[in-house]
């Protein structure tokens, strides 16, 4: 078989139509495979690559990562090499010492500019949610269904009432707004003087600056909705699991 530009011939007299025609479907599905897909031979990204890619950026030695993030030298050679993986506490470790957030990690280049429709729809209820119970917080996390999410929409009790009965201020990547259904709420943040919300008020704010919501004076409980949004496609799952280590320190 021969080809041109945009042309299939085929050169060999002595193939029957029914041999011409399954050798035409396979050279096809090849071509079609190697050259019309340029994605598909993409070797999918791991840990090991992101990490190799995060060091080559930045110039750094498998030696000075080491030192930067407290990670044996040992551990991270495994890691580049697809031998061994991080635990969530390890790869929130690698973070915190290099000043990072868990999205620009697992961030290996910049991404298309286009992208198509998903054509997502989803209806959600507190029923459907995802609930986890903390001292400070009831969370319902809708719309679990939907996988790598950008934004997080979330349903909220609020219960704590002190910042003694809150403890430490909470941090995590990316941005959110919270917005009072029924009662009135106080916000606690970093850098700012306290905040009273009214229902039918709203607070955005960076999530990466400590924060927490609190049940204003007079008030047992506090329900707002809401939403957190990052650039990291884990998330979800990431905030799940903070809630859940919260109530398992509290429990």
Known sequence: MTAGPGIL??????????????????????????TSRPG???AKPTLGSLLRGLRARNGWTLKEMSEKTGIPFSTLSKVEHDRLTLTYDKLLQLGERLNMRMSELFSETAEPADHPPTARRSIGTVETAVAVSTPNYDYYYLFPELRKKRMIPIFTRVVARTLEEFGPLVRHSGEEWMYVIKGAMEIHTEFYEVVRLEEGQAIYLDSSMGHAYLAAPGYDEVLVIGACASADEDHMNSLVAQSQAAAKAAG
Not at 9 to 34: A, H, N, V, W, Y
């Open 40 to 42: 598909a031979a993409r």
């Open 9 to 34: 011939q085929f050169s060999d007299p002595s193939l029957s139509s029914d041999d011409r025609f399954g050798k035409f479907c396979g050279t096809f599905i090849l071509t079609e495979t190697l």
